[in-house]
């Protein structure tokens, strides 16, 4: 076991009041902050519905995520707009069933029925699920993850009367969808098989509303985390799901932020999963590192260095900080986004949030 598991399970006597200091980081994000905002759509979605991911909720809920962690809040703030904009679209494309408080969704959506019928689901079914019908690929729990993410941050500061109905659906719904295994994949069903990138994110929405007060069954947390644990490599990495597989940087990063989440600040499996990732990033400044998934696995790396900061020395922190920094910021293009053939505006999100995340502009960055 190498250096950094050993001080991660020591739980090392350093100063977890101290703070990482980036004084120049406002001036430096601004500019994407400003251009982000000026590609949200007039409904508060992003994107173009030709794209692959274009008006998804899940994106929205992303971008709202990044302009909390600049300070601003729904209504409030240098992009107060924006994100009051993007909790409308959220909450407008929240599901219900026809038996619920409110249906006028359903009909919102031309590709719900279309949607039903090709996966044979009811109404009931969908009830909660937080989608865009219209999205290319619809594989929507995803997305729904990351929605589910952005109502638990901003619960209770908006004015919104279904805010809370809204992101207790969204929970129900990731409870009874748990497969099997303890896991999720992107259908909004018991699959037979889970995947570790579709399961974190859910575990990642169940915390925050956990956090925002909305009641969340704890045997669906632990049976998720347990699915989680399964998946390490003996290299410490993790894999895609059951069967074997390779290691990855972003899935190791996502499972140990899962870890985190539930309630483990510094085990084993965590300490083995710090030791992976070191083998791959920061490591030397001449090495470009080989991730895939780049901002949305150095996303969950930010997140998951700050929580482990509160337990180990800050030194290792520090320098991951100060590369992640160094690198993201000379990847943004000219036009102060980071471009994507998937979504420009999600890795913009996740690009900002990585850098930001020190900053606990939120809630669910809080070590």
Known sequence: MGAFALLLLGRCAANADETFHFDELDAELSPSLEALAARQNEDGSFGAETELFGRDPGVAGLCGLAFLASGSAPGRGRFGRAIALAVDFVLAHSTRDAEGTDSSALEAFPGLSEYLRANEFTRSDLDGL??????????????????????????????????????????????????????????????????????????????????????????????????????????GGFRYMSSPGPSGYGRTAAAICALQSGGAESDETIARGFEYMETIYPGSSQERPSVEYLRYAMFYASLAYWRASAVAPKGRSREFYERLRRDTLAQRGSDMLWSSNTSTDSDTAFA?????IPREGAPFFLR
């Open 352 to 356: 900002i949030l990585s850098l930001a």
């Open 130 to 235: 937080i989608a865009n019908y219209q999205e290319k690929g619809r594989k929507p729990l995803y997305g729904h993850g990351f929605a589910t993410l952005f109502l638990a941050e901003t619960l209770g500061t908006t004015s919104r009367s279904e805010h809370r109905e809204r992101l207790t659906a969204a929970v129900r719904l990731i409870e009874r969808t748990q497969n099997s295994e303890g896991g999720w994949r992107y259908e909004p069903k018991r699959v037979e098989a889970a995947d570790l990138s579709v399961t974190t994110c859910q575990l990642t929405a169940l915390r925050a509303a956990k956090n925002a007060g909305v009641r969340v069954q704890t045997g669906t947390i632990e049976r998720g985390l347990d699915f989680v644990r399964s998946l390490q490599n003996s290299d």
